[in-house]
């Protein structure tokens, strides 16, 4: 009979073997035979597998443990492979999507120490444990998979409500998360290149065989690179780095800031030094800091490069351009106030008026205060208004801005005056 349903007391995962094992498919084996063979009663038959398509089989492994982990022959494979654990230690399921068919897509595999080669007649007893792990690994390829409001396995689109049933708790029962490496890309194209063969074993080695301890002690020594690289760069370059570590509260940036200084000549770090404040200021809006509107695309572009190499999450182009756009509009804002607080005009009869319910919208406010200005001979608001939009390439926005500020002032001090009731 048919196991439709996965166990819910294994759940298979990528393997790793050890650098003292080898790994052989079991062809010319017993269980080889005992796997492909045409009976019913056959390991790939006995599962809902045997009618796995490889466009689905493919898409659902890709989506739920993300890159393959065991090589491919170009020319023959469609793709690279998965190998899967079974809850037998030393037999493996490698999942290769075929053209051919599923007798081509799913291969048992055999791990094994030293020359010993696998031969026809495994051990009879073990035939039983080792089929049944096989079999409980392809069974456990039917848990969804999520794919936004989706449900996904590897035979398609999910359809049986048993597969998504809930838990007394509203949780999955079978359900599985998709692998957190399907939203990277690969620009450099690393992948496929002989040189990700050659990085990965340089990995391996320099972790002493443990390729996570390698990747990671690989990461160290790139950021100590970057970091020499940086050092290298322009006092402006280093200053935009400083100050965007120190703005976004980076736990790096006096880890940074002491190896950059190392590297760098007094004089130059003075300079460096002295550019950081004046940036710093600016985006903290105080005025006297660095000019924020001559720092275009092509300066901080290769800043947030560098930034997100460091794993410093940062939108450091937006911050300058919003912070510029405030200190100009508080520059405009100062102006503005000693005109009204001390001129001649009452505060009600020039300011401005928001009334949406009547289509006084915002395209209409700013005409309405030029006229009201205008009946008020108030040249000098006028003088403001028209030096404002002769400046400024975003007038429009920054006079909207200071006349909603101003509405909202006024607003706020009649709220807090003393009710006469």
Known sequence: MSQRLPNLDFIAGLAGIPETETLKALQNTNLFEAFYSGNEAHVLNRTPLVNAQYGNLFAYMHRRFGMPNIAGDPHKDLTAGWLLTTPCTEIFLLVQPSLSGPFFSFIPMISYKGERKASYGLCESMLPTYNDALEMTLVDLLRPVGVRDQLLNALGPVIDNELAALDHKEEPIYEVKASKSIAYSDPSRLFGNPENAQLNMAMKV????????????????????????????????VALVLSALQYYKSEQRDNIRDTLRRHSEHNIWSHVAKLEGQILASLNLEEGGYELATLDKSALKPVELFLS?????????????????????????????????????????????????????????????????????????????????????????????????????????????????
């Open 206 to 237: 320099l972790g002493k065989g443990d390729a996570i301890a390698g990747r990671k002690l690989t990461y160290i020594m790139v950021k100590e690179a970057l970091i020499k690289q940086c050092s290298e760069e322009t006092p402006l370059f």
């Open 309 to 421: 190499a460091l794993d410093v999450n940062n939108d450091l182009s937006f911050d300058i351009k919003k912070a510029h756009y405030n200190l100009r509009l508080m520059h405009h804002a100062n102006k503005l106030v000693p005109l009204v607080n001390d001129g001649p005009t009452p505060e009600d009869e020039i300011a401005p008026v928001f009334d949406f319910e009547n289509d006084l919208g915002m395209k209409r406010v700013e005409a309405a205060w030029l006229e009201s200005v205008t009946r008020a001979k108030r040249d000098d608001l006028l003088e403001w208004h028209r030096n404002l939009m002769d400046t400024e390439k975003n007038g429009e926005s920054i006079f909207l801005d200071i006349m909603m500020r101003w509405q909202q002032s006024r607003e706020n001090e009649e709220k807090s005056q003393p009710n006469d009731e």
